[in-house]
């Protein structure tokens, strides 16, 4: 189906920064074929008003855990550790394959719901959420979290490698699958190098957790007489793209190691502040040229997939920190959820902006809503005005999956009632 969405306000995000207002962009099947003044010459099939909207790239959360939505509420006001030895994991040991499909299925609809568009997940189950990422229409990637445990080494690496060769490039191209080592904590040196080997062998990108806590940094300190960042950087894993979540406690090395190796953190300025975890030094990794990407992390640990809620915080947060009120500026928060993320992913060739010849991944945000009156600088609306219920219109790979806050792929109240069938099922076994 060719698209038309018409005298519509655009944030493209192509690195000009700038609000075109009043313009048009045609979508030809998945791609994005002209921005710009009406063509007679390009057939459409629909037309969507884009008139009072404002048009701007699908959101990329870079780092969740989605299955983790059975656990919202269940477990809150606890420090990182007893939050996770005491309630976390005992839960996560009795959950099904069915518990992971229906708890995905309820956060893809949150997430659609705000905006994203693509997100990276790492969890159990990872076939379950594929599923669900073939029936909602949304891009995502997939991970299987790797947890050391003994006797079990090699099954989990198999796993993850046959995750890959299932389900790598499925849904038309919109699914991809890396290679996920929980954390240097949870995963010895040794076993670490067979992950890497098997990302290298894969040509997959990495997604691991680091230095988290001060807890995590110290313990590397008293293990390997180095932070996290430097031990698995002298283990070699930065020779893969990488993708490490959260990066809340680095020094200057760190952030060199991170700069010249290309990896991405991701910041989850909700999860880190809850837990307690600290706050990322987001404007001094972006001043060193660090790729900072943008995440939500589980729904346990924050209690919502809200994007639009990292953006606002991401740049607030660091304003405080820092002392500094042009820290992270509205424009940094919305790049790190969008083309930075894309880059994270490896996918910016194709998403993270609307351009002509990338994938139309599109989001429209409905302007004429009191709490975004009067409309002036519109940057800054969108990072510290907009909610996520504001998002009118989702559309992915040039497929329209909401309009008029109406999901078109997902039965929203059939999902709703299993999850919370399940969750309570779930704390009973």
Known sequence: MNLLIKNVTLLPMDGKNEIIDNTNVYIKGDKIAHIGEIREDIKVDRIIDGSRKLAMPGLINAHTHIGMSLFRNFADDLPLHDWLTKKIWPQEAKLTAEDVYWASLL????????????????????????????????????????????????????????????????????????????APYTCSPSYLKELLDLAVELNAPIHIHLSETKKEVEDSYKLYGKSPIKHVYDLGLFKQPTIAAHCVHLDDEDIKILKENNVSPVNNPSSNLKLASGFAPVDKMLKEGVNVALGTDGSSSNNNLNM???????????????????????????????????????????????????????????????????LHNLISLLAYSVQGSDVDTVIVDGKIIMENREIKTLDVEKIMYNAEKLSKDLINR
């Open 107 to 182: 956060s893809m609809v949150e997430m659609i719901q705000s905006g994203t568009t693509t997100f990276l997940d790492m969890y159990f189950f990872m076939e379950e959420v594929g599923r669900g990422l073939l029936e909602s229409g949304m891009r995502g990637v997939l991970s299987r979290g790797v947890i050391e445990e003994k006797g079990k080494e090699k099954e989990k690496i198999e796993g993850t490698k046959s995750l890959y060769e299932e389900w790598n490039g499925e849904g038309d191209g919109r699914i991809r699958v890396v290679v996920a080592p929980h």
């Open 308 to 374: 639009f809620e990292e953006i606002h915080l991401a740049s607030l947060v660091n304003k405080a920190v820092n002392m500094d009120a042009i820290s992270v500026k509205a424009i940094d928060a919305l790049k790190m959820a969008t083309i930075n993320g894309a880059k994270a992913l490896q996918w910016d060739d194709e998403i993270g902006s609307i351009e002509v010849n990338k994938k139309a991944d599109i989001i429209l945000i409905d302007l004429d809503k009191p709490h975004l009156y009067p």
